[in-house]
């Protein structure tokens, strides 16, 4: 089965951006696509958006859509979240996770290990 | 805003049943919104169990099923073992493309 390899932990200030990586183990088939989540320290999950693998083609939370960007590289497997504007409200763990879409979405099958953001002035 | 429910928690003693609830704010959960569901450790990434209501993912143990059950996605665990204490956690899909996940029921096994 395919893993999710992410980037490390961030620090960062408020009002700074934040880049996350995530790679898969091995070939991401064209029909997949990366969805991102995240969850802040000791509560639920937050649904972010969610990239095509080879398309490109991306879909984002309402709450997000000014302040992120989603990316996908087919020729790596591989998928990146960067959010801007960051305040304190934003720190989290942040996951990726792989999967075939399904009807209207990209369901989550495999999941990255969490990448920590901490944002602290 | 939307909301999506989840019993808080739950506690079930080994071997028996026991069965976990999505409710949406806007009404009645369907097989439109293509519910999920995930389990989490602590310290672990989550782990896909259900998807478009109640079909199971290959690695999904058999005592793991999914349905819909009076207007709420529901979560059934027959048999639970003492491994499957967790956090539990349903995803919904809803027009307009968007997904919401519930605030999750932590399971205990006792």
């Known amino acids: 089965q395919v893993r999710l390899e992410q980037s490390g932990p961030e620090v960062k200030k408020p009002g700074a951006s934040v880049k996350v990586s995530c790679q898969a183990s091995?070939?991401?088939?064209?029909?997949?696509?990366f969805t991102w989540v995240r969850q802040a320290p000791g509560q639920g999950f937050q649904w972010l958006g969610w990239?095509?693998?080879?398309?490109?083609?991306?879909n984002y939370a309402r709450d997000f859509q000014d302040r992120i960007t989603l990316t996908a590289d087919i020729s790596t497997s591989s998928s990146y979240l960067e959010l801007r504007s960051l305040t304190s409200d934003d720190t989290a763990v942040y996951f990726c996770?792989?999967?075939?879409?399904?009807?209207?979405?990209?369901?989550?099958?495999?999941w990255g290990q969490g990448t920590t953001v901490i944002v602290s002035s | 805003q939307t909301v999506v429910t989840q019993e808080p928690s739950l506690t079930v003693s080994p071997g028996g049943t026991v069965t976990l609830t999505c409710a949406s704010s806007t009404g009645a959960v369907t097989s439109d919104f293509y519910a999920s569901w995930f389990q989490q450790k602590p310290g672990h990434a989550p782990r896909a169990l259900i998807y478009a209501t109640n079909i199971e993912h290959p690695w999904t143990p058999a005592r793991f099923s999914g349905s819909l059950f009076g207007g709420k996605a529901a979560l059934t665990v027959s048999g639970v073992q003492p491994d499957d204490e967790a956090d539990y956690y349903c995803l919904l899909y809803f027009p307009g493309a968007q997904l919401v996940f519930g605030g999750g029921t932590k399971l205990t096994v006792l």
């Open positions: 996770a792989s999967g075939q879409y399904h009807f209207y979405y990209y369901l989550l099958e495999v």
């Open positions: 091995s070939y991401i088939l064209t029909s997949y696509g």
């Open positions: 990239v095509g693998s080879e398309s490109g083609n991306t």
